[in-house]
C-alpha cells in the first residue's frame, strides 16, 4: 500500500513538531524515518498511523484519504520499542488475540486461528515458543513476537516504532539482517523509526532524514552517503571530516589537485576519501596521533595544525592490510590527499 502525506503540521504548544510535511512511499517499501531526538519522527508515525491528528494536511494510504479515519479503519500494524505485549498470556494467545476481536463476521474459526498463529511463528522462526510467557523470553524473542502479532491481522503496513532500541547491540545487529529478509518475503509496505545512522543504513530500502520538524533529504542509502543534500545531512549521516576554506585549509585542497571554489564554502570529506602516504622530509601535512581497529578497516586519527590556533583533529580510513604496509608510528609525520569533497556554503 502506497502512502502519501501533503501538508502535514503538527504543533505541541510553541514546539512546531512537523513542518509541511510532503513525502510519498511507494507501495513495497522499507522506509526509515531517521533523525535525531525531537525531530518529528515518531510523531510523523503516529500520524500515519491514526494514533495522533495533524493540525493541518493530508493523509493517503493507496490513494484513499484516510485523514479523519480511526485507527481500527486504516489496515496498520504497529510495533512498539518495549514490545506491548500482554503478560498474563501466553506467546499463542498474544499473536492470536487481534484475531480473536474481530467483528464475528470477519472472525477466523478456531482451527484456522492456529493454523495461522503457528504459520506465523515459523515465518519469526519461533514456533517452538508457543506455549510461553513473554517473562520467559529474551528481548529479541519478544520483539518478534510483538512483530508477528501485528502481521496476524495482515495489514497493508507496518509502523516500527525504535524497534531495536530496546535491545543489546549484538541482537539488534541480528534482528535487523532479520527484518530485512522478512520483508523481502512479505513485501508489506513498512515504516519504522530510528536515530541509528548505521541501522537505517543497513534495513532500509529508503531513508526519510529528519530535522526539526522538516524533511531534509530522502533518497536510497547510498544516495544519502554519497550524495548529502547539505551540511547535516553529510554530518548526520556517517563521519565526515570539515574544511573551511577562510582557514589554511584551502592549502589540503589544493594540494590533493581538488578545484576551490569561492570562499565562504566549506568542503565535508569523508574519512574514506582521504589517502594517506609516509612524508618525505619537510613535507609532513599531518601528524599520526592514533588509530582505531573496526573489524577489516582502521579508523586512523590525524592532527594538523592550525594557522595561530589549537591542532584540528581529522579522520581516515583505510583497509587494514593497506595501513600494515605503511608502518606508522605515533606521531609520525603523514601526507595527505584528498580524492573527494561535497561542497556547501
Known sequence: ??????????????????????????????VALLGPSGCGKTTLLRIIAGLEQ???????????????QPVKSRQIGFVFQHYALFRHMTVFDNIAFGLRVKPKAQRPSKAEIKDKVHALLKLV??????????????????????????????PSVLLLDEPFGA??????????????HLH?????????????????MEVASQIVVLNKGHIEQQGSPSDIYDHPANPFVS???????VFNLEQTDTFWLKNSGLPTPQTGRVAHVRPHDIELTKAANGAAQAVLKDWQQLGGLIRVELLKQEA?????????????EQFRQLSLQKGEGVAVRIRHAHWFH
Do not use: C, Y
Not at 54 to 66: C, K, T
Not at 184 to 200: G, R
Open 1 to 30: 500500500m502506497s502512502i502519501t502525506l501533503r501538508n502535514i503540521k503538527k504543533q505541541f504548544g510553541d514546539f512546531i513538531a512537523l513542518n509541511t510535511i510532503n513525502l510519498e512511499i511507494p507501495e513495497g517499501e522499507l
Open 54 to 68: 495533524a493540525d493541518s494536511g493530508q493523509v493517503f494510504l493507496q490513494g484513499d484519504e484516510v485523514t479523519d
Open 125 to 154: 522462526q519461533l514456533d517452538w515458543l508457543a506455549g510461553r510467557f513473554p517473562e520467559q523470553l529474551s528481548g529479541g524473542q519478544r520483539q518478534r513476537i510483538a512483530l508477528a502479532r501485528a502481521l496476524a491481522v495482515e
Open 167 to 180: 535491545l543489546d547491540a549484538s541482537v539488534r545487529k541480528d534482528l535487523r539482517l532479520w527484518l530485512r
Open 184 to 200: 523481502h518475503e512479505l513485501n508489506v509496505t513498512s515504516i519504522f523509526v530510528t536515530h541509528d545512522q548505521e541501522e537505517a
Open 235 to 241: 554530518q548526520f549521516i556517517g563521519q565526515t571530516n
Open 308 to 320: 595561530g590556533g589549537q591542532p584540528a583533529t581529522i579522520f581516515a580510513e583505510m583497509p587494514a
